[in-house]
């Protein structure tokens, strides 16, 4: 940091460092490394990592990538593209049950940090070599007791972009974008008068905060260190070329230049069933047959299983929805009577209600299947086929020193005498 703040800059240079998280208000994408003791064997890499829902394409560059190590190492990776509202709290979770990736992608500042307090990150010092370390964008907000845990994953320019068609149809010249402020202004009002929205931009869509800063602040600034001076009270925000951008922002407002859900932070308050809708209807997930809703630690209830597989199936009626329960809450037979009732085609259950989940601590065993069975009474399933599956799941729990969690199971054993269900009172119905 400290040659950092020496550092004369460039605006292209100041927006670099801000993407790759040198500067203060950069949000950085960065790689960390698993302790030793929870990591895959050496012939097979298990990553965790995110990135193609802001820098699109970089699959592909993963997909070559991922070929060329193996190629020239020997070594495999086993890539998982995590959700964004899942990347960070899942390792977390993961890593606490000691079953975690060998390579994590982690944000920058506390939600990497963090993970790296409680132990669950290595320092890259022996995993990466020291020029690595150097080049890869790291800065003291990223190292601990004198070691590295970041290095970066990749640059996200916080550019802008134009549609030279519309720029066109407002008689505009579409190869010669505006490089001063009145003409940008100009820009903004031709296309305005032609009924285009100016500028789109937003905290759903994208950084609209970040974006602005960088592009804008940057303009006024001559090193680093007037950006973090100013960020830690060095500076004074008051003066005139510290603070011009918000005027020149609050000027594109007042013009109704923006969008009218610019500051919406609507998505961010997304319902869990709309996330999953959207993630199941991404245009990337063609070719997947199978939709499995899983509720990993049993906290849902029936309405939010049945608003969640009603909507799988009106956006993607193509697909097989499948749906795992837990019982953790004791709504694991109604949740799943649910998921049958709004569509589900297949559900999942485990003998005894057996199970758990490795990295979702407190997460009880799946529901049970008796306990399914004995709730929708399919034609075959009888009290003496209850009888049989109360008596081999009985042995398979003892062997794996299990309880039998069924409710079912317990009240087959119970020593009511009124009911064919009971195990000793089948009368062969």
Known sequence: MDELLAQAMTRRRMMQMAAGGAAAAGL????????????????NIKMWWWGQQEAVGIQSWMNDTISKFKAQTGSSVSPTLMDTAQVIPQFTKAAAA???????????????????????????????????????GGTKLSQYAGKNYRTGFYALAFGVQYNK???????LNADSPPKTWDAFLNCCDKLKSKGYIPL?????????????????????????ADALNLF??????????????????????????????????????????????GIAADPRTTGADDIVVCDTIGQAIPAQVTDLIAGLNARTPQRRIV???????????????????????MVDGSLGGLGGCPFAPG??????????????RPDWFTPAALASMVDITDKVLAELGEPNRSRTAQGARSKAKAFDWVIGNDRGE
């Open 28 to 43: 950085a994408p960065l790689l960390g490394a698993a302790p030793a003791s929870a990591r895959s064997s050496a012939g």
């Open 98 to 136: 000691g079953n975690v990736p060998d390579v994590q992608f982690l944000f920058n500042g506390i939600y990497h940090m963090e993970n790296v307090w409680l132990n669950y990150l290595k320092p890259l010092e022996g995993l990466v070599s020291a020029a690595t370390i150097k080049n890869g």
């Open 165 to 171: 068609e519309h720029f066109d149809k407002a008689g």
């Open 200 to 224: 789109g931009g937003g905290v759903k869509d994208g950084f609209l905060g970040e974006w602005w800063l960088i592009n804008s602040l940057t303009q006024n600034l001559n090193t680093a």
């Open 232 to 277: 830690i009270g060095k500076l004074d925000w008051r003066e005139p070329k510290y603070h011009e951008h918000w005027i020149k922002l609050q000027e594109l407002h007042d013009n109704k230049f923006w969008n009218d859900d610019a500051t919406s932070l609507e998505p961010a308050r997304m319902s869990t069933t709309e996330r999953v809708i």
């Open 323 to 345: 749906f795992h329960g837990h019982d953790t809450w004791g709504l694991g037979v109604a949740n799943t009577l649910a998921a049958i009732d709004a569509g589900a085609t």
């Open 363 to 376: 997460a009880s065993g799946n529901t049970s299947s008796e306990d399914l069975l004995f709730a929708t």
